[in-house]
């Protein structure tokens, strides 16, 4: 189903993570829906949560507990649940995310504060709170460092594919792991293609650099990818950092190892969140949309997503027609001020469609086929305006994309 | 196709408007593919044009001979073909539409920057100049007052139905008539729902008047629907006020006429625009987003699109699924600064689906699911936090939306 090579790699263990699951039965019997991480204590723990006026109840304790975190008491427990958002939940959802808490909180003597919750579902119904309660020490019971394939399939709703990625990697001669899983694509219902995301790794990185590591990686990662243009009431993303494989901590930028640990992350990420994309609801082809000579990187994301977003432009790219009309089309609308039509120039891979704002005199329809025929399509844009690029990843619409949203929930 | 009633009704004759047209295979044999508009001597003209930094060349010219005209020298003409664009065309796309323009005022004796021109069809492909300009005089002879109905039909791209609206009224017992057409919902290709309105009157309304008039009534017509949140290249809405019928001009807005005339116009305006997204691509229902409770309009529009172009919502719509999870997702990422989801209410038809911001406690799904079997379906939604309101027109995405985008062109 997912488009291109979606291979879980060799899941390497990272040291001071553990990881537990078990049926607690929130919505469908048989699937490991509860999830547990253990971090060792020292670990440093980072985190980004979606932006939604609406977000869910776990979402905004996993804030609060992140931000009332100190260096000497850090979350320690993610739990995690699939089957139920608890989100538009009001009073009663933030309860029961915190009595979640509290439990797992007793039950391994850490503070309430030190666990993060993570929730993703059906949107506006209540948690079914005694199963998820129950379930809680049979999750305990099962933690074991290699359990990362096992916690890739748990956070799974209507993905297709697990998702994983894993490097090993040395710093100073020391070697160092990097693991990470992501779930996306869609839920059960209402299928929004809520994303969540864990990463970990054993090096020794201070706490202040975890946050600015994950907000670095998290801005060309999994800010850059849209399969629907709906943000979920869900999203999060957390990074940890044991120290557990030993080194001396990695505690300014100027550090040399800084920009390799930089490296590795950023690669993580971004294989999570193609990922993601690669298994878009009903996606047969993965996109990549690059636009360049911007006056600034704002502009060029809000050429790359008028361009990924465009129902017109997916429903094209589904049907491998190179219309390429509807990418100036969403070129202009984009609201660039004072955009110069004339000096854009537009690549369907390695083919020019649109040169200096018009129909190229030697493209050929032939040659657009072609690109438009492969599963993987790069379209490139340069605005002619300045030295500014980014790029944003995405998959096309197709029949199934309606299919999957629109059969009614069984 | 098209939702709900879209009857064309009786196209009143408007005194001092005469249109005519021929096929000039543009595009396609057997098309009245060219229309012209004639408006009397002193007619006042006001227009209104697409954003997009890739306006056609037709829409640069329009706006260029209407910032141009004088009092004395107003647009007298307006030349319309279907079947291409002549957008993202470059500099000979400019010099075609230029002499489109030249010829026509040459065979009628009035000056180049009375005509106004106007395109829609393929993107990126330079017009037949020939053929469309051995089209003209063939439609200068077919000129006669009652053609709107053929007007309608002319313009007409991929559109199921021609659309028009006809009203006649009266202002200090003098009798009057307003007669509009409008042309979307998609083209043969590329497809993006480019918009076309003409609406003339033979009140008698100064030349100030009819700009604010049309812009006034746009902004909660035109500007207020989407199908696909993609804007095209050349969308264009003209009003013109010939005054041969009678009365004294209407010169300011305190004359008791002026909020008559507005009101006239601005029901034209909406059945106009309302039957665009009545004939959406592939649509099957018609759907009202009505936002109240804003801290100002901005927000509630910013509200009300957010719904009406989320694919997960209009997927939901299509089947007929009250999914009011998807409805708050979209209220959360509208990005309304500090907003307080335990004010937000939520309403399908008369049922309320969420009461401060989670699920009401009273809801049954079979009473959001009476509601969402309905064609027409109104989205009503309470932000809680001041008094500002607005309202957005859409349609649901189908099966039909895919394939009638997805097509290979054939």
């Given at each position: 189903m997912a488009v291109g090579d979606v291979t879980m790699p060799l899941m390497h263990v990272v040291q001071g993570v553990k990881i537990g699951s078990t049926e607690a039965y929130v919505r469908y019997p048989n699937r490991r829906d509860l999830v547990i991480f253990e971090f060792a204590e020292g670990s440093n723990v980072a985190g980004v949560f979606t932006q939604s006026a609406f977000a869910a109840a776990p979402v905004l304790i996993s804030k609060k507990h992140l931000a009332e975190s100190t260096s000497q008491q850090q979350p320690r427990y993610l739990i995690i649940n699939t089957?139920?958002?608890?989100?538009?939940?009001g009073k009663i959802g933030y309860k029961n995310a915190e009595a979640t808490c509290a439990q797992l909180a007793e039950l391994t003597g850490v503070?309430?504060?030190?666990i993060l919750p993570f929730s993703t579902g059906v949107i506006g119904e209540q948690l079914p709170i005694e199963r998820l309660l129950q379930g809680i020490q049979p999750a305990l019971n099962d933690l074991n460092a290699d359990r990362w394939a096992d916690a890739a399939s748990g956070i799974m709703t209507t993905d297709t594919t697990p998702k994983g990625a894993s490097e090993q990697f040395e710093l100073d001669g020391v070697s160092y792991t990097m693991t990470g899983i992501s779930k996306g694509a869609g839920m059960i219902r209402p299928n929004m293609a809520t994303m969540l995301s864990f990463v970990a790794t054993d090096a020794p990185i201070s706490r202040e650099l975890v946050q600015s590591l994950l907000q670095t990686t998290v801005e060309h990662s999994f800010n850059r990818i849209?399969?629907?243009?709906d943000t979920s009431t869900n999203d999060s993303c957390i990074f940890v950092a044991?120290?557990?494989?030993?080194?001396?901590?990695?505690?300014?930028?100027?550090?040399?190892r800084y920009q390799q640990v930089l490296d590795v992350l950023a690669r993580i990420m971004n294989r999570l969140a193609q990922l993601i994309v690669r298994d878009g609801e009903g996606a047969t082809k993965f996109i990549t949309v690059q636009v360049e000579g911007g006056a600034n990187t704002q502009e060029c994301c809000d050429v790359a997503y008028s361009v990924a977003e465009s129902p017109l432009i997916k429903t094209a790219l589904f049907a491998s027609d190179p219309n390429w009309g509807r990418i100036v089309m969403a070129i202009g609308k984009a609201?660039?001020?004072?955009?110069?039509?004339?000096?854009v120039q537009v690549w369907l891979g390695d083919v020019q469609i649109c040169l200096d704002g018009g129909?190229?005199?030697?493209?050929t329809e032939a040659a657009g086929a072609a690109v438009m025929a492969e599963k993987e399509i790069t379209i490139r844009i340069d605005l002619g305006r300045g030295t500014a690029k980014d790029t944003v990843y995405t998959c096309d619409f197709s029949y199934d994309y309606v299919k999957i949203n629109a059969d009614y929930r069984s």
């Open positions: 089957g139920n958002a608890n989100a538009a939940t503070q309430t504060s030190q849209t399969i629907d243009g044991t120290g557990l494989a030993g080194g001396a901590e990695i505690a300014a930028q100027d550090d040399p609201g660039v001020p004072n955009l110069d039509s004339s000096k129909a190229n005199p030697d493209y």
